[in-house]
């Protein structure tokens, strides 16, 4: 069984930083490629980066690059999403996502392409 539990969400002023993490079990962080994807009210679910196996050459949206830093520490057996310089229109649910497979790079999956998902944790950034 996968199961995957987000934390660290919040309210946050813009500008400020908050750390999203994803618990999941050892073989999972180890073999599964993972990524965060996030919904605001009234909008599709929008992938924000996918963290691939066996590289530091991640994915991320154009609208949170050199923003939000994906990682894994597998000791910890977390997924984690970095956030600074946060701003309104981040504001949305943030979801944690598996899939077994071993995707390369050059794969830019999207929501349809992961079988597992977490409940979500919620970011505001307002003033």
């Known amino acids: 069984e996968v199961q995957l539990v987000e934390s660290g969400g919040g309210s946050v002023l813009p500008g400020g930083s908050l750390r999203l993490s994803c618990a999941a079990s050892g073989r999972i962080l180890r073999t599964f490629t993972m990524a965060w994807f996030r919904q605001a009210p009234g909008k599709e679910r929008e992938r924000v980066a996918v963290?691939?196996?066996?590289?530091?050459?991640?994915y991320y949206a154009d609208s949170v690059k050199g923003r939000f830093i994906i990682s894994r520490d597998i000791s910890k057996s977390m997924l984690f999403l970095q956030m600074n310089s946060l701003k309104p229109e981040d504001t949305a649910m943030y979801y944690c996502?598996?899939?077994?497979?071993?995707?390369?790079?050059?794969?830019?999956?999207?929501?349809?392409?992961?079988?597992?998902w977490g409940q979500g944790t919620q970011v505001t950034v307002s003033s």
């Open positions: 963290s691939y196996l066996r590289t530091d050459n991640h």
């Open positions: 996502a598996a899939d077994s497979r071993l995707l390369l790079t050059s794969d830019v999956p999207d929501e349809r392409d992961f079988p597992y």
